[in-house]
């Protein structure tokens, strides 16, 4: 029997910092092939970015299809030194699991599998079938991971019901949190053109700085909007301001800055870069500048409440006698690729040291997850579940 300790122990030591596999997907791989899941190992590649590996595994052919999803990538962890615990050991001490992945989101990808194949196990020819949709690159460009191997899949005629993804949701313990959306995310560049100059002389010349915080006041001083039923408020943050001008007496040519936008369903990606240049052109008073958008396919987006939400709620509850709340707070993740092919959702473990030194699980969380996930397998393949196909 997998136990979700040992297979997160397994997916900790495989050093996966994106956009290396690492070892981790093989490993998970071979654990769910050894329960009868049919594993497929598919690597995509685009110019400028890394190949990336992927894992796509399914048991069964049937409808219902429940998703199960996540990524076995890492973020780097820093300076080892600082860490009490080998980042790629996968050692246990006091009862907590210590690694670069425990929270985000190797421990949820191993309790993920274990549950599964738990449950195929105990119901080997239950109605429906459970796919296993892995990524190696979500904590990187996002380019060659889940939103390829969701076309891969569909071309080859994979269809999915729901989704269950497995990032730390939780705030402060087990049980406090499902997400079911999340808010946009867009980066803009802007660059202000002055005329370099003699600072003595500044008539000569146009500073360009002032003008740039001219700009940025008027990106930040007016809020984008209040927050939604659904959604808080959207935040644009600055990120850098640069000019890179060592000399204390020239006046300089140019001055950067760079903002990221969190932003909720008030704004598609198009009508926000509308409200931006608007704003900019509102302020600029003849100052020249030039405003990049990078390109973003992470807009606002909700599941709305319903069996499948309840559901999983429920599993929650039933463990851990707390009722979730169903947030669309945080960063962004894959769910917004998942969400054009099934409704998704995402609950895993508590989030508080995911990308710090020290990250680590409590593996009693571990376990009480996997019993989560079980729950949510069993109730959804039930004779009377109200899920499946609703
Ligand atoms: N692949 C992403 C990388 C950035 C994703 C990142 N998400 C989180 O940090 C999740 C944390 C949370 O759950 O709140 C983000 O929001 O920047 C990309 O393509 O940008
Ligand atoms: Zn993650
Ligand atoms: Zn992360």
Redesign the pocket.
Known sequence: MTTPLDLARTLLRCPSVTPEEGGALRALGEALAAGGFAVEHVTFSAPGTPDVANLYARYGTASPCLVLAGHTDVVPPGEAEAWSHDPFGGEVADGLLYGRGAVDMKGAIAAMAAAALAFTQKEPGFAGSIAFLITGD?????VNGTVKLLEWAKAKGERFDHCLLG??TNPDALGDMIKIGRRG?LTGRLTVHGTQGHVAYPHLADNPIPHLLRLLRALLETPLDRGTPRFDPSNLEVLTVDVGNGATNVIPASARAAFNVRFNDVWTPATLRGEIERRLDEAAGGARYDMEFLPTN?AAFVTEPGPFVELVAEAVAGETGRRPALSTT????DARFIKDYCPVIEFGLV?QTMHQVDERVPVTDLDRLAAIYRRVLDRYFAADSRVAGG
């Open positions: 979500e904590e990187g460009p996002a990032e730390p995310s992470a945080g960063g962004t993740s989030g």
